[in-house]
């Protein structure tokens, strides 16, 4: 790629290509109606919330209550910790395991997305069993007790190891597909290295940073485990607790809807910001691979901030398992294999992972090849289910199918269904962060070859998007994996997978028994995350 003045001081390549602003004029009829059902099918846990607060009349007094927007200025708080904590961590990290001579960075790539496979509850009750009162540290350190780690800064850590991953992962592809001539042109106009990163590598890297960290933005609003062990009030936690609690469901479900307002606020400015600028390849590329930075006398603290990164958002949490593991062993309790959990959780999330990037294809193309006003409103709308508590959509899916679709009660593609909706934008991310940098020019020369649209998207588009697919099914494989209240509620009788097994036992106080679950949910995960490593080092390979 030759890349133009224009193009290195970040102006929007749109505006000087109008035929880049929609490769193929109209969007396809049968496009569009495929788009518009996925939506619709997201669209049913919104559209149960908004049955319910309609019929109760009484969402003006709910939300009259000073109460009611303390746990909005929590809730929004903690997220905008989360996002900026996870962001400071996840860049970084990216480009140190990508860019530079980094000692063994394939293994501090694999151990920095290894996080996202611990579960929140399960990271916040590790923390607490370290940091806590009557820990393990306490107990190494002879004390009786420690600083209070529960409340903000204790959820702000837990779910930021949760979910810096995101981040990581969209920042890692987006990294290695960067065409190396773009670093080279600016060099060559007379920047320095640090200036061409922040001139060219930075705006190039915005949609994949934006995307990551609005699916940080959204797992935040939506988590549960954490903020009820940290004893955090937020919208979710108090949705919750209403569930719970109370027979009128009616302010639960105004609570609900307003952390749906909140996604739409997120959306906006997620969108603004990626409008900002993009940076298209307009060429072939060079077929190379990505030019190494040498770290020189900075080697030793690079590896410092990955030492302290992967201990205490891997380590640590490992590390507490295994102790509780090695004591249950001390104590000579019986510990069992949990193999059908384990094939349960595999089988559920793999296809939740296919099913989500099927379905995220026609929106993604949708969005970014034929732009308009309705094409972008499908796109907003399919993150709404992302920022519901699974509790809330389990509820809404079990109201839906028992009047409308009983044969799929309880059933394996009900459940399936759910882990789609919750997770469905971390799917959409990973494609529309890939599509975002491919040009249309591609797709428009194979149409003037005599190509029909779906031999284009097949041929030419889906080659070009593989490591987005594999990110954002890589993505919804592992959410789904510690996916826990829709689980509970919607799976088919019989039907357990590892994190209704750590549940199970943690409810009973049996923790070193929860511990085999859950370091075999780690073990099981990691090899997935490896070989999304692998395939992205193959492509950038590929792809220059």
């Not at 940290?230 to 919750?240: A, C, G, P, Q, V």
């Not at 600028?277 to 020189?296: D, H, K, S, W």
């Not at 039907?495 to 049996?510: M, N, R, Y």
Request: glycine share 8%; aromatic share 10%.
């Amino acid at each position: 790629m030759s890349p133009t003045p224009e193009s290195l001081r970040g102006r929007n390549p749109r505006k000087r290509i109008p035929a880049l602003r929609n490769s193929a004029g109209r969007a396809p009829l049968p496009l569009v109606v495929t788009a518009g059902l996925v939506v619709a099918l997201l669209l049913l846990p919104l559209a149960y919330l908004v049955i319910r607060v309609a019929g109760s009349g009484r969402a003006l007094e709910i939300l009259g209550e000073s109460s009611t927007w303390r746990l909005v200025w929590n809730t929004v708080l903690l997220a905008a910790g989360v996002v900026l904590a996870s962001v400071l961590v996840a860049v970084p990290l990216a480009w140190l395991v990508t860019r530079t001579d980094l000692p063994a960075r394939r293994l501090w790539a694999t151990a920095g997305a290894l996080p996202l496979v611990i579960p929140s509850y399960v990271a916040a009750f590790c923390l607490l069993g370290f940091f806590g009162e009557r820990g393990l540290l306490a107990e190494a350190l002879g004390v009786e007790r420690l600083p209070e780690v529960r409340g903000y800064w204790g959820s702000l850590i837990a779910l930021t190891l949760a979910t810096y991953p995101y981040v990581f992962l969209l920042t890692q592809t987006a990294l290695r597909s960067l065409d190396p001539s773009l670093d080279e042109a600016a060099r060559g106009l007379g920047s320095s290295s640090r200036r061409a990163f922040w001139r060219v590598t930075a705006p190039a890297l915005r949609p994949a940073v934006g995307l990551g960290a609005l699916l940080v933005a959204l797992y935040t609003f939506s988590d549960f485990g954490v903020v009820s062990l940290m004893d955090y009030d937020t919208l979710t936690r108090s949705i919750y607790v209403q569930y719970r609690s109370l027979f009128d469901r009616a302010p639960a479900a105004t609570l609900a809807l307003l952390l749906v307002a909140l996604t739409a606020v997120v959306l906006v400015l997620e969108y603004r910001a990626r409008q900002r600028g993009r940076l298209y390849r307009t060429g072939p590329g060079t077929q190379r691979p990505q030019p190494v930075v040498a770290l020189g006398r900075w080697t030793g603290p690079a590896l410092g901030f990955c030492t302290v990164v992967v201990g205490l958002f891997l380590v640590l949490p490992a590390g507490v398992l295994g102790y509780w593991l090695a004591r249950g062993i001390v104590n000579e309790r019986e510990f069992t294999m949990p193999w059908g959990e384990t094939l349960n959780s595999l089988g559920a999330s793999g296809l939740a992972g296919a099913v989500a990037v099927l379905a995220a294809l026609p929106i993604a193309v949708l969005a970014l090849r034929h732009p308009s006003p309705s094409s972008r409103l499908l796109e907003r709308l399919s993150y709404a289910g992302n920022a519901l508590p699974g509790l809330v959509i389990a509820l809404s899916l079990v109201f839906f199918a028992a009047r409308y679709a009983s044969p799929v009660y309880q059933t394996l593609a009900l459940l399936v269904f759910a882990y789609v909706v919750r997770f469905f934008p971390q799917a959409l991310a990973g494609v529309e962060s890939a599509l975002e940098r491919v040009s249309p020019r591609y797709e428009e020369a194979a149409r003037s070859l005599g190509r029909g649209p779906l031999q284009t998207f097949a041929r030419v588009t889906v080659p070009l998007v593989r490591s987005g697919v594999l990110a954002g099914a890589a993505l919804v494989f592992l959410s789904a994996m510690k996916e826990l209240p829709a689980t509970l509620l919607l799976r088919p009788i019989g039907f357990e997978t590892l994190a209704t097994e750590i549940w199970k036992l943690t409810q009973v106080g049996a923790y070193s028994q929860a511990a085999v679950p859950a370091l075999v949910l780690i073990v099981a995960s990691a090899p997935i995350l490896y070989l999304i490593s692998s395939a992205h080092r193959f492509e950038s390979g590929q792809a220059g």
